[in-house]
């Protein structure tokens, strides 16, 4: 099993719509999620983090967290053609006292115009 | 204030030989962080570094090495090249070890003939 999990896409969304991105991961002990978009030939680019339970809402973007089921998505409200990119979900776990950070291999979301 | 910067751009090297990356963190920044990233993967990681020590380790052979320097700044070294090392090798700096909010740079595009 994977450690950090993301459906590989493409998702495709109608402009104007909400794109909904899912990722699971495997360690209980995962300390805290992140979520980064990364365009074509270019490096990710962090779009938020969440450390607890429950939603958290930063401008069109919402994370939200699980532990008890280990899941973090996040959503995009009024998806605009220029969202569309690969998104990264990402994981740290601190195992033993090291250091991991752990992505997922990434969604794919073409919005449509 | 001036991002991660990351050099050479682009490098083209034989099997077997070696290569350095360089990379230099966000002004502030304590940690910096290698990853590899294959096309259509998200980035694995390789090495955290936290005030010049080794904080963590992904799963990649001992061809791989790093260091950090007083000023923060990071060096990758990867001997012995193999075709299969022809990758972005992205680094991140994050202003300490707890928070982890990672900023990457643009990455090199290590090709290996």
């Known amino acids: 099993q994977k450690e950090v999990e993301q459906n590989s896409g493409p998702l495709s969304v109608p402009e104007g719509a909400i794109a909904s991105l899912n990722c699971t991961y495997s360690?209980?002990?995962?300390?805290?999620f992140f979520w980064y978009r990364q365009y074509s030939g270019k490096s990710p680019e962090l779009i938020m983090f969440?450390?607890?339970?429950g939603d958290k809402e930063d401008g069109r973007f919402t994370a939200q967290l699980n532990k008890a089921s280990q899941y973090v998505s996040l959503l995009i409200r009024d998806s605009q053609p220029s969202d569309s990119a690969t998104y990264l979900c990402?994981?740290?776990?601190?195992?033993?006292?090291?250091?991991?950070?752990?992505f997922g291999t990434g969604t794919r979301l073409k919005v449509l115009a | 204030d001036a991002g991660v910067t990351q050099s050479p751009t682009h490098l083209i090297k034989t099997r077997g030989q070696q290569v350095t990356l360089r990379c230099s963190p966000i002004?502030?920044?304590?940690?910096v962080s290698w990853y590899q990233q294959v096309l259509g993967q998200g980035p694995q990681f390789i090495f955290q570094?936290?005030?010049?020590?080794?904080?963590g380790r992904g799963n990649f052979p001992d061809r791989f090495s790093a260091r950090q320097f007083p000023n923060y700044s990071s060096e990758l070294n990867v001997n012995a090249l193999l075709l299969g090392d022809s990758a972005l090798y992205l680094c991140?700096?994050?202003?300490?070890?707890?928070?982890?909010?990672?900023?990457f740079g643009p990455g090199t595009r290590l090709t290996v003939l």
């Open positions: 969440i450390y607890s339970n």
């Open positions: 991140a700096s994050s202003r300490d070890r707890e928070t982890d909010t990672q900023y």
């Open positions: 990402a994981v740290i776990l601190i195992p033993t006292g090291t250091y991991k950070y752990i």
């Open positions: 570094y936290y005030e010049k020590e080794e904080r």
């Open positions: 002004s502030g920044h304590k940690s």
């Open positions: 360690d209980r002990g995962s300390q805290s």
